[in-house]
Protein backbone atom coordinates (compact mmCIF):
# COMPACT_ATOMS: atom_id res chain seq x y z
CA UNK A 1 0.00 0.00 0.00
CA UNK A 2 1.44 3.39 -0.83
CA UNK A 3 1.24 6.31 2.42
CA UNK A 4 2.20 9.65 2.78
CA UNK A 5 3.47 11.52 5.58
CA UNK A 6 2.22 15.23 6.10
CA UNK A 7 3.99 16.87 9.06
CA UNK A 8 2.81 20.23 10.90
CA UNK A 9 6.31 22.24 11.49
CA UNK A 10 5.29 24.61 14.74
CA UNK A 11 4.91 22.16 17.63
CA UNK A 12 6.19 19.19 15.69
CA UNK A 13 9.37 19.86 14.04
CA UNK A 14 10.66 22.29 16.38
CA UNK A 15 9.89 24.39 19.24
CA UNK A 16 8.81 27.03 17.44
CA UNK A 17 5.35 27.51 19.14
CA UNK A 18 7.01 28.40 21.98
CA UNK A 19 8.54 31.22 20.42
CA UNK A 20 5.06 32.25 18.65
CA UNK A 21 3.96 32.48 22.29
CA UNK A 22 6.77 34.32 23.33
CA UNK A 23 6.28 36.96 20.83
CA UNK A 24 2.35 36.96 20.96
CA UNK A 25 2.85 37.25 25.11
CA UNK A 26 4.86 40.54 24.38
CA UNK A 27 1.98 41.62 22.24
CA UNK A 28 -0.52 41.31 24.69
CA UNK A 29 0.94 42.61 27.53
CA UNK A 30 1.17 46.27 25.54
CA UNK A 31 -2.52 45.85 25.25
CA UNK A 32 -2.44 44.91 29.16
CA UNK A 33 -4.05 41.69 28.14
CA UNK A 34 -2.22 38.55 30.26
CA UNK A 35 -1.64 35.86 27.29
CA UNK A 36 -1.69 32.40 29.00
CA UNK A 37 -0.82 28.68 27.93
CA UNK A 38 -4.33 27.96 27.86
CA UNK A 39 -4.82 30.93 25.60
CA UNK A 40 -1.78 29.16 23.63
CA UNK A 41 -3.36 26.09 23.05
CA UNK A 42 -6.04 27.60 21.15
CA UNK A 43 -3.46 29.48 19.15
CA UNK A 44 -1.80 26.89 17.44
CA UNK A 45 -2.35 26.33 13.92
CA UNK A 46 -3.87 29.13 13.79
CA UNK A 47 -3.11 32.06 11.27
CA UNK A 48 -1.49 34.90 11.67
CA UNK A 49 -4.25 37.47 11.30
CA UNK A 50 -6.51 35.44 13.47
CA UNK A 51 -3.89 35.08 16.25
CA UNK A 52 -4.31 38.18 16.68
CA UNK A 53 -7.97 38.94 16.04
CA UNK A 54 -8.03 36.33 19.64
CA UNK A 55 -6.17 37.89 21.38
CA UNK A 56 -7.62 41.41 20.86
CA UNK A 57 -11.17 39.44 21.22
CA UNK A 58 -9.53 38.70 25.35
CA UNK A 59 -9.88 42.21 26.05
CA UNK A 60 -11.90 44.10 23.68
CA UNK A 61 -9.26 45.82 22.25
CA UNK A 62 -10.29 47.48 18.72
CA UNK A 63 -7.70 48.77 16.88
CA UNK A 64 -7.43 50.79 13.20
CA UNK A 65 -6.20 48.42 10.21
CA UNK A 66 -3.14 50.29 9.97
CA UNK A 67 -2.52 49.21 13.81
CA UNK A 68 -3.54 45.88 13.04
CA UNK A 69 -1.04 45.61 10.42
CA UNK A 70 1.60 47.01 12.60
CA UNK A 71 1.50 45.07 15.19
CA UNK A 72 1.27 42.15 13.20
CA UNK A 73 4.49 42.81 11.78
CA UNK A 74 6.23 44.00 15.14
CA UNK A 75 5.45 40.37 16.53
CA UNK A 76 6.67 38.94 13.37
CA UNK A 77 10.02 40.44 13.92
CA UNK A 78 10.16 39.89 17.28
CA UNK A 79 9.28 35.77 16.68
CA UNK A 80 12.08 35.94 13.78
CA UNK A 81 14.60 37.05 16.28
CA UNK A 82 14.27 33.55 17.55
CA UNK A 83 14.37 32.20 14.59
CA UNK A 84 17.46 33.64 13.77
CA UNK A 85 19.40 31.84 16.38
CA UNK A 86 18.01 28.38 15.76
CA UNK A 87 19.88 25.71 13.93
CA UNK A 88 19.58 21.77 13.38
CA UNK A 89 20.38 21.84 17.51
CA UNK A 90 16.45 22.89 17.61
CA UNK A 91 14.78 19.74 16.12
CA UNK A 92 12.64 18.53 18.72
CA UNK A 93 13.62 15.15 19.93
CA UNK A 94 13.12 12.51 17.64
CA UNK A 95 13.52 14.41 14.20
CA UNK A 96 16.29 13.03 13.27
CA UNK A 97 15.28 9.77 13.93
CA UNK A 98 12.02 9.88 12.38
CA UNK A 99 13.73 11.08 9.00
CA UNK A 100 15.49 8.30 8.82
CA UNK A 101 12.85 5.92 9.20
CA UNK A 102 11.40 8.26 6.21
CA UNK A 103 14.26 7.16 4.15
CA UNK A 104 14.69 4.02 4.91
CA UNK A 105 11.20 3.14 3.72
CA UNK A 106 11.14 5.93 0.74
CA UNK A 107 7.87 7.67 1.86
CA UNK A 108 6.65 10.51 0.37
CA UNK A 109 6.70 13.58 2.98
CA UNK A 110 4.78 16.80 2.64
CA UNK A 111 5.02 19.88 5.05
CA UNK A 112 1.31 21.89 5.65
CA UNK A 113 2.01 24.34 8.15
CA UNK A 114 0.17 27.15 8.62
CA UNK A 115 2.87 29.80 9.09
CA UNK A 116 4.16 32.15 6.19
CA UNK A 117 7.90 31.54 7.95
CA UNK A 118 8.06 28.03 7.51
CA UNK A 119 10.20 27.71 4.65
CA UNK A 120 12.64 29.44 6.81
CA UNK A 121 12.45 27.80 9.63
CA UNK A 122 12.99 24.48 7.78
CA UNK A 123 15.93 26.02 6.03
CA UNK A 124 17.45 27.02 10.36
CA UNK A 125 17.12 23.54 11.27
CA UNK A 126 18.36 22.05 8.19
CA UNK A 127 14.91 20.47 6.62
CA UNK A 128 14.25 21.94 3.46
CA UNK A 129 15.81 19.57 0.91
CA UNK A 130 13.57 16.72 2.97
CA UNK A 131 9.97 17.23 1.66
CA UNK A 132 8.64 16.23 -2.00
CA UNK A 133 6.42 19.13 -1.47
CA UNK A 134 6.12 21.89 0.83
CA UNK A 135 2.13 23.71 1.24
CA UNK A 136 2.32 26.71 4.21
CA UNK A 137 0.13 29.98 4.14
CA UNK A 138 1.94 31.64 1.50
CA UNK A 139 -0.57 28.85 -0.96
CA UNK A 140 -3.57 28.02 0.71
CA UNK A 141 -6.55 30.27 1.18
CA UNK A 142 -8.52 28.72 4.15
CA UNK A 143 -6.33 27.87 7.57
CA UNK A 144 -6.79 24.55 9.62
CA UNK A 145 -9.58 23.52 10.65
CA UNK A 146 -10.25 23.40 6.96
CA UNK A 147 -8.49 20.43 5.22
CA UNK A 148 -7.19 22.37 2.72
CA UNK A 149 -3.89 22.60 3.64
CA UNK A 150 -3.63 18.83 4.14
CA UNK A 151 -5.52 17.62 1.03
CA UNK A 152 -2.84 20.56 -1.13
CA UNK A 153 -0.10 18.05 0.35
CA UNK A 154 -2.19 14.93 -0.38
CA UNK A 155 -2.46 15.94 -3.91
CA UNK A 156 1.45 16.98 -4.30
CA UNK A 157 2.22 13.70 -3.31
CA UNK A 158 -0.52 12.23 -5.57
CA UNK A 159 -1.66 9.97 -2.17
CA UNK A 160 -5.08 9.43 -1.80
CA UNK A 161 -6.00 11.28 1.37
CA UNK A 162 -7.19 8.05 3.23
CA UNK A 163 -3.62 7.12 2.93
CA UNK A 164 -2.10 10.13 4.45
CA UNK A 165 -0.89 10.33 7.93
CA UNK A 166 -1.02 13.61 9.49
CA UNK A 167 1.35 14.51 12.04
CA UNK A 168 0.03 17.68 14.05
CA UNK A 169 0.31 19.23 17.72
CA UNK A 170 -2.77 21.58 17.35
CA UNK A 171 -6.50 20.84 18.04
CA UNK A 172 -7.04 23.03 14.85
CA UNK A 173 -4.78 20.81 12.98
CA UNK A 174 -6.19 17.15 13.92
CA UNK A 175 -9.20 18.36 12.66
CA UNK A 176 -8.16 19.54 9.75
CA UNK A 177 -6.48 16.34 8.93
CA UNK A 178 -10.07 14.66 10.08
CA UNK A 179 -12.12 16.93 7.98
CA UNK A 180 -9.93 16.16 4.76
CA UNK A 181 -10.76 12.25 5.76
CA UNK A 182 -6.57 11.47 7.00
CA UNK A 183 -5.49 9.77 9.87
CA UNK A 184 -4.73 11.93 12.55
CA UNK A 185 -1.63 11.84 15.12
CA UNK A 186 -1.43 13.57 17.89
CA UNK A 187 2.00 15.01 18.57
CA UNK A 188 0.67 15.81 22.40
CA UNK A 189 -1.68 14.22 25.10
CA UNK A 190 -5.18 12.98 24.40
CA UNK A 191 -6.25 15.74 27.22
CA UNK A 192 -4.47 18.29 24.88
CA UNK A 193 -5.89 16.38 21.58
CA UNK A 194 -8.67 14.55 22.00
CA UNK A 195 -9.79 14.07 18.17
CA UNK A 196 -6.37 12.76 17.23
CA UNK A 197 -6.19 8.50 16.29
CA UNK A 198 -2.68 8.25 18.32
CA UNK A 199 -1.36 10.04 20.49
CA UNK A 200 2.83 10.46 21.04
CA UNK A 201 4.72 13.17 23.03
CA UNK A 202 7.30 13.32 19.68
CA UNK A 203 7.54 12.15 16.22
CA UNK A 204 10.42 9.69 17.27
CA UNK A 205 7.77 7.64 19.34
CA UNK A 206 5.68 6.96 16.20
CA UNK A 207 5.52 3.18 15.34
CA UNK A 208 6.05 2.58 11.70
CA UNK A 209 4.25 -0.57 11.88
CA UNK A 210 1.01 1.15 11.84
CA UNK A 211 1.54 2.34 8.15
CA UNK A 212 1.71 -1.75 7.52
CA UNK A 213 4.42 -1.07 4.36
CA UNK A 214 5.01 -3.82 2.33
CA UNK A 215 1.70 -5.60 3.03
CA UNK A 216 -0.08 -4.84 -0.01
C1 LIG B 1 1.23 28.03 12.92
C2 LIG B 1 1.46 28.25 14.41
O1 LIG B 1 2.04 26.97 12.48
O2 LIG B 1 1.58 29.20 12.19
C3 LIG B 1 0.72 29.48 14.88
O3 LIG B 1 0.96 27.11 15.09
C4 LIG B 1 1.15 30.69 14.03
O4 LIG B 1 1.01 29.71 16.24
C5 LIG B 1 0.87 30.38 12.56
O5 LIG B 1 0.46 31.86 14.42
C6 LIG B 1 1.27 31.52 11.64
O6 LIG B 1 2.67 31.66 11.67
P1 LIG B 1 3.48 32.84 10.99
O7 LIG B 1 4.91 32.36 11.06
O8 LIG B 1 3.00 32.96 9.58
O9 LIG B 1 3.22 34.06 11.78
MG1 LIG C 1 1.83 23.19 15.15
Not at 124 to 131: A, E, H, I, T
Not at 192 to 214: M, R
Request: hydrophobic content about 40%.
Amino acid sequence: MKVGLILDLDGVICDTAHYHYLAWKELAKSYGIELTEAHNEELKGVSRVDSLKYILSLGDVTLTDEQFQRDLTSKNEHYLQFVMEMGPQHLLPGVPYFFEQVNHFNLPIALGSASKNAQLVLERVGLDKKFTAIVDANTVVNGKPDPETFLKGAEMLKIAPEFCWVFEDSAAGIAAAINGGMKAVGIGTPEQLPAANYHYSNLGEFDFNLLKLGRN
